[in-house]
Every structure is written in C-alpha cells, then in structure tokens.
C-alpha cells in the first residue's frame, strides 16, 4: 500500500534524457522559423563547405565565379515562379520562353545586340500576355495553360527553326559577353550584375508596392480581394507578363554563356526554377514567400549542382533530386496548412 502512491521513477527516469534534445530541436525549429533567411544562410555555408572537401578548387575566386555563372539564369527563372507562385500560380512553359527568346536573339544577333535582346524579350512578353489571358480571363488552369503553351512554342520554335528563323544560331559578342564574360580581373560575371539588378527591382516591387502587396492578398484570398473592387484579372494578366520577360532575359543570359542556341537549351532549368522559389519559402498554394529566400534557393541549388558535378552524377539524378525537394518541402508546406 505504501508504494502505491510513488511516482513511476523508471518513466521520469527514462523521459528525463529525452526532453534536452526534443528542447534543442523544438528551439532549432523555431529559430529556423523566426528567421528563415539565417537558416537558408547556414544551408548555403554548409553545402560550400561540403562541395570544397569534396573537390578542394571550388573554394576559390574560380570556383565561386562559376556558382555565380549556374545562378544567375536560374535566380531570374525562379524569380519568375516566385511572383507568379504568390498568387498561387506557375508557369511550366518559362523554359521554353526562355529557350524561344534566346534562339531569337542568335537569330538576329548579325542585327546588332540591341535589336536581338529587344525581339528576344518581345518573346517573353507576347507570351506572357497570352499566359496571363488564359489563367486571368478565360480561367484555364495555370498548370494546363502553361503546360500547353509550352508544348506549343516547342511546335512553333521546332517550324520556325527551318523556315523563319533559320541562319545564325551563335551569340553576338556583346550578348557573350554579357552572358558569360567577367570583370575585375575575371571575378564577378557581367550577369550577376544583370541578376542584382533584377532582385533589387523585385524585392522593391514585392515589398514596397500596391502591386506587389495585392499579387499575396490574391495568393492568400483572391475572392476577399475582388469583394474589395480589385480587378483580379488585371493584376494576374501582369503578373503573367512580368513572368514572361524574366523568362527572357534569362534565356538570353544562358544563350550568351553557352554562345550558341538550340531548342533544349533550358529545359534542364524547369524543375530547379520550381525547386528555387520553394526551398527560399514562398508556398506553392499563394500568399507566403518572398524574393530574397528565392536569392538563396537559386545559391543553394547552384552549390548543390557543382557538387553533384563532381561527383560524377548525371544530369538524370540531379533531376530526381530536384523533384524530392520540390515533393518534400510541398508536403511539408501541406501539412503546417492542414495544422493550421
């Protein structure tokens, strides 16, 4: 009778060791929610740490030059996810925009340099606006749209290529140039300066414009949004076009580094661009994210693909890759949702 009343020693004894560690997980968690950007930070430091231990070059002006190359290109695809992901949308034909007006560009590169990245992005935006009619106006799904359109600018580019648009499919110089060169003394690559420049404009449009605060409330509630007099259908048709001309410029970055064009140029990009957006924590259901984790994501993926580089992996697995991260963090983002 006298021991009936003691507390169970063996359970405390055996939860006591537990509650250390399940603290500094759950405090980790919140540190890492609280401040995503330091998380993301720690994420890249260590994936260059890795990548320098497993080929000991990469942790130079050298190697850290061709990480900038990898992401430039990639950071203006995911940029382009990423507005488009806030409103709960995407755009799988941006590779195919990209690719259409990088082979325009080379096309009319013997035009002179202004002239081919003027119709390059003219690519960009008249398919843009053609994306943005079909999501905003006549309510296609995103995924169906741009699906469609991309196996349409495929066909058309695939034409094109034999009758109008054939001859040059090389770069001109300046767009080589601006794609692949350097300056101060080969360290810092022309398109990174093409990329700052872009973030900057995002990250100002996103935070500090009417524009940019209505593309989250639509992502989070567009029928609250359009019962307050808001023209959805305006905002997503822009939403759509900017999409489209990042997807040009992007193309025309990546044609300039590999100085010729060809219609899978930037095929490879679709999954990482998604990839991007989503591991810097902008939701794939709308309203959460921001540009400035998507800066991080493009790092992150771009270490990521050196190492796998160096590894010997095919461009296969690093595919597979890409998809579990995208499948992941969609489930883990699934499951806060359902919670809360």
Do not use: C
Not at 89 to 100: E, F, K, N, R, Y
Not at 150 to 167: D, V
Not at 187 to 216: K, N
Not at 264 to 287: R, W, Y
Request: glycine share 14%.
């Amino acid at each position: 009778m006298s021991h009936s009343n003691r507390p169970p020693q063996t359970d405390s004894a055996s939860a006591a060791p537990g509650r250390p560690a399940a603290g500094a997980v759950a405090r980790v968690a919140a540190l890492a929610s609280d401040h995503p950007t330091l998380a993301l930070t720690g994420i890249l430091a260590i994936l260059v740490l890795v990548t320098g231990f497993v080929e000991p070059n990469y942790l130079s002006v050298s190697g850290a030059r061709n990480t900038l190359l990898q992401a430039a290109p990639l950071g203006i695809l995911a940029g382009a996810q990423t507005i488009l992901m806030l409103t709960g949308g995407i755009d799988l034909s941006v590779t195919m925009i990209a690719t259409g007006s990088a082979y325009v560009a080379a096309n009319q590169s013997p035009e002179g340099a202004a002239v081919a990245i003027l119709l390059g992005v003219l690519v960009g935006l008249v398919v843009g606006s053609a994306n943005g009619v079909g999501v905003a106006v006549f309510r296609v799904n995103p995924l169906i749209m741009t699906l469609a359109m991309s196996g349409i600018l495929l066909g058309l580019f695939t034409a094109w290529a034999q009758t109008i648009l054939q001859g040059s499919t090389q770069m001109g110089p300046f767009l080589k140039l601006i794609g692949g060169g350097s300056f101060l003394g080969n360290r810092i690559p022309y398109s990174v300066v093409v990329w700052a420049l872009i973030a900057g404009g995002l990250i100002w449009l996103l935070r500090r414009t009417g524009w940019g605060r209505l593309l989250y409330a639509i992502g989070d509630n567009e029928v609250a949004v359009r019962l307050a007099g808001v023209r959805v259908w305006q905002v997503r048709i822009t939403a759509y076009i900017v999409a489209g001309v990042l997807g040009s410029i992007s193309g025309i970055l990546l044609g300039g580094r590999t100085g010729a064009v060809d219609l899978q140029l930037a095929n490879a990009f679709l999954l990482p661009s998604v990839a991007a957006a989503v591991i810097g924590g902008t939701s794939i259901f709308g309203g959460v994210g921001g540009y400035t984790g998507t800066i991080l994501g493009a790092l992150i993926l771009s270490v990521l693909n050196s190492m796998l580089t160096f590894l010997n992996v095919g461009q296969a697995i690093q595919q597979v890759v890409y998809g579990t991260i995208v499948l992941a963090l969609a489930w883990g983002y699934a499951g806060l949702t359902r919670r809360a």
